[in-house]
């Protein structure tokens, strides 16, 4: 089966760097994504990783390890528009994804 | 990428009603569909999986003869809660795999409904 865990809530300032960690266990990996939430709407993609390493798009970031299960999604020069709930997700060899329980990211001024 | 809608938005409905939400793509075929639901601050939970011209796969504890499913064509699937209640008041999204493999799940805007 598949476990993701990644923390519950996180605080941030605005323009600082926050970076949400995800840790995943699958019998099958085939990528790893992160989504973003906002209150009462749908998910939107973000990132996407299938081999190890650092994706860098604008101010988002998403790191993988494969051997270790982790990821992290780095988010630079917050804004207060970036509080909204970030999800894990993990593609396993069927093309079904497992999503973990989000993590709701607050930026105070 | 590809596109799924979803309608409507937002509904009210009277408890004891039926109302059924649709989830159509737009520019690609969907042979299968997956349908969540999300409680107030709360996770997505997985309620079923929609498959084209066969029966829906249902994730335990949910009633496939409260929530029905039908996917009757590779374009369009929908979600009728039958009898509702206030509990069923809830938001429902559904997702369809985007070909590309690059962005995981395409998902609808999502439903509000509200039974009162």
Not at chain 1, 68 to 95: P, T
Not at chain 2, 31 to 59: D, I
Not at chain 2, 67 to 73: E, G, R
């Amino acid at each position: 089966g598949q476990n993701i865990d990644q923390p519950t809530e996180m605080t941030a300032t605005e323009g600082a760097i926050v970076q949400i960690n995800c840790t995943y266990q699958t019998s099958g990996f085939n990528g790893l994504f992160w989504y973003q939430q906002h209150a009462g709407e749908a998910p939107t993609f973000l990132s996407y990783n299938v081999l190890d390493g650092l994706e860098e798009k604008g101010r988002f970031s998403s790191f993988l390890s494969r051997s270790k299960g982790y990821s992290y999604l780095l988010l630079k020069e917050l804004q207060m528009k970036d509080s909204a709930s970030y999800l894990c997700a993990v593609r396993d060899l069927n093309n079904d994804m497992r999503f973990g329980a989000g993590t709701r990211l607050t930026v105070k001024p | 990428g590809a596109v799924v809608s979803q309608h409507p938005s937002w509904v009210i409905c009277k408890s004891g009603t039926s109302v059924k939400i649709e989830c159509r793509s737009l520019d690609f075929q969907a042979t299968t569909m997956f349908w969540y639901r999300q409680f107030p601050k709360q996770s997505l939970m997985l309620m079923a999986t929609s498959n084209e011209g066969s029966k829906a796969t249902y994730e335990q504890g949910v009633e496939k003869d409260k929530f029905l499913i039908n996917h009757a064509s590779l374009t369009l699937s929908t979600l009728t809660v039958t009898s509702a209640h206030p509990e069923d008041s809830s938001f429902y999204i559904c997702s369809a795999r985007d070909r590309s493999g690059v962005y995981g799940y395409t998902f609808g805007s999502g439903t509000r409904l509200t039974v009162v």
